[in-house]
Structure formats: C-alpha cells, structure tokens
C-alpha cells in the first residue's frame, strides 16, 4: 500500500520560514521522483517544486530563491523548505510521486500553509 503523509504546516507571519516533510512507504523511493504542490481557494493545484531520483531541482518562478526541495532516501523523506514567506504562498501543500509512471497516482492528504500577520 502506498502512502505518502505531509506534516509541517501551520500559521507563520510573513518573512516567516516552515519546513514541510512528506513521509512515503510502500515504493522504491530512491528510484522515484517527487514533487511538492499547492492549491490556493479558487485556483488551480500547481507546482511548486520537484526533485528526481538523483536529485536534480525544479521550482516555479514565484518560489525560486526562496524554497528548497531536498530528499532523504534513507528515511524515504521528500521535504520543501520554505523561507521569506509571503501572503501569496498560503495554501495547502500536497506531496506527489511525479515518477516512474505507474506511481504518478499518488497524493498525499495535503497540509495547510498560512501566511497572515
């Protein structure tokens, strides 16, 4: 069975900083590609960055120089760092395997980000 759990979101003050950890079990993950989205009330789920099984990094302009993607396979971990947050960021923040293909169906459950004063 595979799960991919999301934790680490909250309320944070602009400027503010949040890492987002995304935990999967029941694949390879060393061989997976991974990405992190967000959706925003009223608008479309988009990402916001993705890392490949060798660790090589993509990111959305809006969050470029400002989040980090990073993985650790030994703990089967994908995270987003996120720093200088603004109010446009807040969302809820999903998990997904971008990779091999057999495994792109899967979400994880999402968590919230907000970024109020």
């Known amino acids: 069975q595979v799960q991919l759990v999301e934790s680490g979101g909250g309320l944070v003050q602009p400027g503010g900083s949040l890492r987002l950890s995304c935990a999967v079990s029941?694949?390879?993950?060393?061989?997976?590609?991974m990405g992190w989205y967000r959706q925003a009330p009223g608008k479309q789920r988009e990402l916001v960055a993705s890392?490949?099984?060798?660790?090589?990094?993509n990111y959305a302009d809006s969050v470029k120089g400002r989040f980090t993607i990073s993985r650790d396979n030994a703990k089967n971990t994908v995270y987003l760092e996120m720093n200088s947050l603004k109010f446009e960021d807040t969302a809820v923040y999903y998990c997904?395997?971008?990779?091999?293909?057999?495994?792109?169906?899967?979400w994880g459950q999402g968590t919230q980000v907000t970024v109020s004063s």
């Open positions: 997904h395997i971008e990779g091999p293909f057999y495994w792109r169906k899967y």
């Open positions: 029941g694949i390879s993950f060393s061989v997976a590609a």
């Open positions: 890392i490949t099984s060798v660790a090589i990094r």
